[in-house]
C-alpha cells in the first residue's frame, strides 16, 4: 500500500461506484462516494438552529428561560388558582348525609388519608378516628378546621391547598360516619374523650 | 518484499465472548427481576441485597460494562490484529486485560448488593474499583496501541478511529468523575458538590453511552458489516466528516440530562443545540452502514447476521433521533423523570448494543471453530422473538410515559391538581410495567436460543487458538506529508497524531462547559439560610445513597406550576452546596422528595410516618410499591466515621466549625435522642443509635434551609 494511492481507477461491480484505491484493510475496501445531499443538508439545518436557538436564548434574550416561563405560567393560572381564604366554616355547620357526598368523601379519604389514619380509620401514623376520643375537638366544626388547616407540628398536614371546600365538607362528613364502627387493630385512644 | 507470518490470537476473543454471554444473562435476569419489583415489591424479598435501589446498579452496570463492555472486547480483539496485520501487541496484557475486566464486574456486583456506592449513576463504583477500573483501562489502550504501532499496514481503518477515540474518551471521563476523597475502604465523597456535581456526571453519564456504547460499536460495524455483507464501505468521506463531527459535538451535550434543573441556563442551552446537532453525525454512522449493504439487500433476507446489523443499525438511527428530540425543552419536560427515558435506552441498549453484539457472535464464533452456525433457522427466531421483545419493551414504557405526564400535569377546574397523590399515577400504569416485562422476557428467551444455538455451533467445531496470517512487514516512510498526500489521509498513517487531534477534539467542549461553573461564582448564587447539614443527617443522608433512594426518588423539583403545585418551589443551585454527591435522580417512580422537610409542605410526614412507612409501606398504603426497608430499623448506626466525613467535608469546602469532628457524635447522639422521643411519644420504641433515626433525620431536613429562605423564589437564583 503506497501513500499516495496512485493506482489505476476501480469500480464496484454491484454499483458502479468508484473504489478507492489502497483503501483495502483485511479486504474491506472503501467506495469514493461523495456525502450524501440531504445528510448536509440536516446537518447544516441542525448547525443554522443552533446559532439562531443560542442567539434567541442566551444572546439578545428574548425568548424565556425557564424562570420567566414558570413566571408566566403561574401568570397563566392566576384565576384558576384557587384562595385558601374563601374556605370558611362555621360552628353551626352540619355533616353531610346524603349518600352521593358520602360516596364522594370515600373516595378522597381513600385516596389522601388512609396512608396515616388507615383504610377503616383505626389509625397507625394518625390518631384512631372511629373511637370517641379526639386530640382537637369532637365537634364537625373541629374536624373541618382540622383537615383545612392541619395541623402541622403534629404531622397533620392543610388540605385547603388540595381540595376543594366542597370536597372537604365531604371527606369530613365521611369521616364522620367512621365513629363508633369498632375496626380490627385500632390505635390506643388519643386525647380527650368526646362528650 | 518478504512475508512474515504471525499467529492471530483467537483465545482472548473466546474469553471476551463466553463473558460476553454469561454476563448478558446475568444482567437481564436482574433487569427483569427489577421490572417485577414494579408489579410485586415484595420480590425485594425484604433484604437489602435484593432490594431495588441496590440491583438497579447491578442491572446497569452489568448490561452496559460486563455485556456490552465484554461484546465489545471480543469484537475489538478480533477486528483490531486483523486490521493491523499483526497480533496483539502483548498476551500478558491481554490476559489482564480480559481478567481484570471480570474481577471489577464480580466485585461491582459484589459491592452493589453490600451498598458500597457512590450514588453516582453508571458511575457508581467505590473509589478503590474505581481505581482498579483505570489500571485495566489503561492496559487495554496500552496493549491497543502497541497493537497499532507494530501493525503491518500504512493506514488505519476507521474502525480503528473509533476504538482509539473510545479508549482516549472514557479514560478522561472516567477519571474525571470519579475524584473522590476515601473516607473509609468502600466510602468516599466526591469532591464535586450539587450543581457541579450534576454537571461532571452528566458529562460522564451522557458521554459513557456515546463512547461506551456507541464508538466502539460504530467501530465494530465498520468492520463486521462489510465483513458480513461483502461489501466495500459506502463512503469513506462520510467516515470522516461523521467521526469527527461525533466525537466534536457528543462531549458537549450532556447537560440535556439536567434540562429545567438547577443547571445555570446558558449550559443547558449548549446541552439542547449540541444534542440538535448530534443528529447528522450520528445519523452518519447509520446511513454509511445502510448504504454499504447497497446490492446486497438479498443476502440480508437469508442472512441472520445481516439482520440482526439491519435491526441494531436502524435501532441505532431511530435512538440518535429520539435523543436529541428529547433534549428540547418541550419534550425533555414528558420525557424526564418518566419511563420514556427508560424505553430509550433500551432501545439502544437491547437494539443497538445487544443485536450486533449478537450479529458480531453469529458471524465470530463460527469462524474461530472453523465450522458453520449450527443453525440458521433458530438464529433467526432468536432474532424475530428479540425484535417483538424490544417493540413489548419499549412502546408501553411511552405509553406509561405519557399517562404519567398527562396525571402529574393536569388541574381541576378548581385549580387543585387532579391527582395529587403521586402514587395513583403509578398505579396507574401496572398494566405498562407488567407488558414491560413480558418484552424483557421474550428477548432473554432470544439470547437463550442464541446461547444454545452457540454451543452446539462450538461443540461442532474445532477451535483454533492460534490462526496463521502472513503480510510483509511496513517499510518505514517519511513521517512528513507527501506532496498529494491529503491531510487526513497522513493523519490516517500517524496513529499517535491522530489521538492526540482527537483527544483535542473530546476536551473542548468539556472545558468550556465545566470551568466556568468552578471560576464564575455568579454560575451559583449562594442562598445564607443554607447551611451544611448535622453529623446526624449527614450519616442519614449517606443510608440514602448506600439504598439507592435516587433511583426511584428525585430531588429536583422543576419550574412547574404542577410541581411546584405538588411538592413546593422548585430547586435553586445554591441549596444544593453541600451535596457531596449530589442526588437529584434520573426518574420518579416515587414522588420528588427535596423538599420532604418543609412542616408547612404538601409532602410533609412525621417521624412516625417515616417509621412505619420504611417498616412496611404496604401497612400504609396497600397500593404502594415501595420496598420495604425494615433493616435500617434493625440496624444500628455506625458512627465511627463521623469524625473523618466531617474532616473531609471540610477539606472539601463545607464551613464546619474547627474541631467539630472532635463533638460531631455528641452532636449526633442529641439530635437522635430528640427523634427517638418523638418517636416514643407517638408510641413507637425506637433506640437513638439506629439507623432509621439518621434516616429520618435526613429526609426531615430536606428542604427546609431553602423554604425559610423564603418564597419569592426568582429573587433567590437570578441565574442568567
Known amino acids: 500500500m503506497e501513500i499516495n494511492d496512485k493506482n489505476p481507477v476501480e469500480k464496484d461491480e454491484l454499483t458502479g461506484d468508484k473504489l478507492l484505491s489502497g483503501h483495502e484493510y483485511d479486504n474491506i475496501r472503501e467506495l469514493d462516494n461523495r456525502l450524501p445531499k440531504w445528510w448536509v443538508w440536516l446537518f447544516i439545518i441542525t448547525i443554522i438552529y443552533a446559532v439562531i436557538y443560542l442567539f434567541v436564548f442566551d444572546v439578545i434574550k428574548i425568548a424565556p428561560h425557564q424562570e420567566t416561563e414558570y413566571t408566566n405560567e403561574m401568570a397563566a393560572a392566576g384565576s384558576a388558582a384557587p384562595s385558601p381564604q374563601a374556605m370558611v366554616f362555621d360552628t353551626t355547620m352540619m355533616p353531610l348525609a346524603d349518600q352521593a357526598a358520602l360516596d364522594a368523601g370515600k373516595a378522597i379519604w381513600d385516596k389522601n388519608c388512609i396512608v396515616c389514619h388507615k383504610a377503616l380509620g383505626q389509625g397507625l401514623v394518625g390518631p384512631?378516628?372511629?373511637?370517641?376520643?379526639?386530640?382537637?375537638?369532637?365537634?364537625?366544626?373541629?374536624?373541618?378546621?382540622?383537615?383545612?388547616?392541619?395541623?402541622?407540628?403534629?404531622?397533620?398536614?392543610?388540605?385547603?391547598?388540595?381540595?376543594?371546600?366542597?370536597?372537604?365538607?365531604?371527606?369530613?362528613?365521611?369521616?364522620?360516619t367512621l365513629k363508633g364502627t369498632n375496626p380490627p387493630d385500632p390505635k390506643a385512644p388519643q386525647g380527650d374523650p368526646c362528650k | 518484499m518478504e512475508n512474515q507470518t504471525f499467529y492471530y490470537d483467537n483465545k482472548t476473543v473466546k474469553l471476551f465472548a463466553y463473558?460476553?454471554?454469561?454476563?448478558?444473562?446475568?444482567?437481564?435476569?436482574?433487569?427483569?427481576?427489577?421490572?417485577?419489583?414494579?408489579?410485586?415489591?415484595?420480590l425485594s424479598f425484604g433484604i437489602p441485597y435484593t432490594t431495588f435501589g441496590r440491583i438497579r446498579p447491578i442491572h446497569t452496570n452489568a448490561v452496559i460494562f460486563a455485556f456490552v463492555g465484554n461484546g465489545m472486547f471480543m469484537g475489538i480483539y478480533y477486528s483490531l490484529q486483523r486490521l493491523c496485520k499483526a497480533r496483539m501487541f502483548s498476551d500478558i496484557l491481554s490476559k489482564i486485560n480480559f481478567w481484570g475486566w471480570q474481577l471489577i464486574i464480580v466485585a461491582a456486583a459484589l459491592t452493589f448488593a453490600f451498598g458500597f456506592t457512590t450514588g453516582k449513576e453508571y458511575a457508581e463504583l467505590e473509589w478503590p474499583i474505581d481505581l482498579l477500573v483505570a489500571v485495566v483501562w489503561i492496559v487495554f489502550g496500552w496493549n491497543m496501541i502497541g497493537t497499532i504501532i507494530k501493525r503491518r499496514t500504512r493506514h488505519i481503518y476507521v474502525a480503528i478511529w473509533f476504538y482509539l477515540a473510545t479508549f482516549i474518551t472514557v479514560a478522561v471521563l472516567h477519571v474525571a468523575n470519579s475524584i473522590e476523597i476515601p473516607i473509609t475502604l468502600f466510602k468516599s465523597y466526591i469532591v464535586y458538590a450539587g450543581v457541579q456535581d450534576a454537571l461532571v456526571q452528566w458529562w460522564y453519564g451522557h458521554n459513557a453511552v456515546a463512547f461506551f456504547l456507541t464508538t466502539p460499536f460504530l467501530g465494530l460495524m465498520y468492520y463486521y458489516l462489510p465483513k458480513a455483507a461483502n461489501r466495500p464501505i459506502y463512503s469513506y468521506r462520510l467516515s470522516i466528516v461523521h467521526f469527527w463531527a461525533l466525537i466534536f459535538l457528543y462531549i458537549w451535550a450532556g447537560p440535556h440530562h439536567l434540562i429545567y434543573s438547577a443547571l445555570p441556563n446558558w449550559t443547558q442551552s449548549l446541552g439542547v443545540v449540541f444534542s440538535v446537532m448530534l443528529i447528522a453525525p450520528s445519523w452518519g454512522g447509520m446511513v454509511n452502514g445502510l448504504l454499504t449493504l447497497r446490492g446486497a439487500w438479498d443476502k440480508v433476507r437469508e442472512d441472520p447476521v445481516l439482520k440482526f446489523m439491519v435491526v441494531a443499525v436502524t435501532a441505532y438511527g431511530m435512538s440518535t433521533f429520539e435523543g436529541p428530540m428529547m433534549s428540547t425543552k418541550t419534550v425533555n419536560a414528558i420525557s424526564h423523570f418518566t419511563d420514556w427515558t427508560v424505553g430509550h435506552a433500551h432501545i439502544g441498549a437491547l437494539g443497538w448494543n445487544g443485536f450486533l453484539v449478537f450479529a458480531v457472535l453469529y458471524w465470530?464464533?463460527?469462524?474461530?471453530?472453523?465450522?458453520?452456525?449450527?443453525?440458521?433457522?433458530?438464529?433467526?427466531?432468536?432474532?424475530?422473538?428479540?425484535?417483538?421483545?424490544?417493540?413489548?419493551?419499549?412502546v408501553p414504557l411511552y405509553w406509561g410515559a405519557i399517562t404519567q405526564f398527562l396525571m402529574w400535569k393536569e388541574f381541576t377546574p378548581e385549580g387543585f391538581l387532579k391527582y395529587p397523590n403521586f402514587l395513583e399515577t403509578v398505579t396507574q400504569l401496572k398494566p405498562m410495567y407488567a407488558a414491560r416485562s413480558i418484552g424483557g422476557a421474550l428477548y432473554i428467551t432470544g439470547i437463550v436460543l442464541g446461547i444454545y444455538n452457540l454451543i452446539l455451533t462450538i461443540r461442532g467445531g474445532n477451535f483454533l487458538a492460534e490462526e496463521a496470517a502472513s503480510?510483509?512487514?511496513?517499510?518505514?516512510?517519511?513521517?512528513?506529508?507527501a506532496s498529494g498526500e491529503g491531510a487526513h489521509r497522513w493523519l490516517e498513517r500517524r496513529p499517535i497524531q491522530f489521538s492526540i487531534v482527537a483527544l483535542i477534539a473530546i476536551l473542548i467542549g468539556g472545558i468550556i462547559e465545566i470551568v466556568p461553573l468552578y471560576l464564575v461564582k455568579t454560575n451559583i448564587p449562594s442562598i445564607a439560610s443554607v447551611k451544611p447539614y448535622t453529623p446526624l443527617e449527614l450519616q442519614g443522608r449517606d443510608i440514602y445513597v448506600r439504598e439507592g433512594c435516587y433511583t426511584c426518588h428525585s430531588q429536583q423539583v422543576r419550574p412547574f406550576r404542577s410541581e411546584t403545585e405538588r411538592y413546593g418551589q422548585y430547586a435553586k443551585a445554591g441549596e444544593y452546596v453541600y451535596d457531596h454527591p449530589f442526588q437529584w435522580g434520573s426518574k420518579r417512580n416515587g414522588p420528588d422528595?427535596?423538599?420532604?422537610?418543609?412542616?408547612?409542605?404538601?409532602?410533609?410526614?412525621?417521624?412516625?410516618?417515616?417509621?412505619?412507612?420504611?417498616?412496611?409501606?404496604?401497612?400504609?398504603?396497600?397500593?404502594?410499591?415501595?420496598?420495604?426497608?425494615?433493616?435500617?430499623?434493625?440496624?444500628?448506626?455506625?458512627?465511627?466515621?463521623?469524625?473523618?466525613?466531617?474532616?473531609?467535608?471540610?477539606?472539601?469546602?463545607?464551613?464546619?466549625?474547627?474541631?467539630?469532628d472532635l463533638t460531631a457524635n455528641d452532636d449526633l447522639m442529641r439530635q437522635a435522642e430528640l427523634i427517638s422521643a418523638d418517636l416514643k411519644s407517638q408510641g413507637i420504641d425506637c433506640a437513638p443509635n439506629k439507623e432509621i433515626i439518621a434516616m429520618i433525620a435526613y429526609l426531615q431536613r430536606l428542604?427546609?434551609?431553602?423554604?425559610?429562605?423564603?418564597?419569592?423564589?426568582?429573587?433567590?437564583?437570578?441565574?442568567?
Open chain 1, 128 to 176: 384512631n378516628l372511629t373511637d370517641n376520643f379526639a386530640i382537637h375537638g369532637c365537634r364537625y366544626f373541629d374536624l373541618l378546621t382540622v383537615i383545612a388547616n392541619g395541623v402541622p407540628e403534629k404531622g397533620m398536614i392543610s388540605w385547603k391547598t388540595q381540595l376543594t371546600k366542597d370536597q372537604i365538607l365531604q371527606v369530613t362528613s365521611f369521616t364522620m
Open chain 2, 703 to 720: 428542604g427546609v434551609d431553602i423554604h425559610s429562605a423564603g418564597l419569592s423564589a426568582a429573587s433567590v437564583n437570578p441565574v442568567k
Open chain 2, 471 to 481: 503480510a510483509p512487514a511496513l517499510v518505514a516512510v517519511s513521517g512528513k506529508r
Open chain 2, 593 to 660: 422528595l427535596s423538599r420532604e422537610g418543609v412542616v408547612s409542605g404538601k409532602q410533609y410526614k412525621p417521624n412516625s410516618w417515616h417509621y412505619n412507612h420504611m417498616l412496611n409501606p404496604q401497612k400504609l398504603n396497600a397500593q404502594s410499591i415501595m420496598p420495604v426497608y425494615k433493616w435500617l430499623i434493625a440496624d444500628d448506626l455506625d458512627i465511627s466515621t463521623t469524625p473523618r466525613k466531617i474532616r473531609v467535608m471540610q477539606m472539601l469546602g463545607v464551613p464546619y466549625p474547627a474541631g467539630f
Open chain 2, 19 to 42: 463473558a460476553t454471554l454469561f454476563w448478558g444473562v446475568v444482567g437481564m435476569v436482574v433487569g427483569l427481576l427489577l421490572s417485577l419489583q414494579f408489579i410485586w415489591p415484595q
Open chain 2, 364 to 394: 465470530l464464533i463460527p469462524r474461530i471453530f472453523q465450522t458453520n452456525l449450527y443453525s440458521k433457522k433458530l438464529a433467526n427466531t432468536h432474532f424475530w422473538i428479540g425484535t417483538l421483545g424490544i417493540v413489548f419493551y419499549a
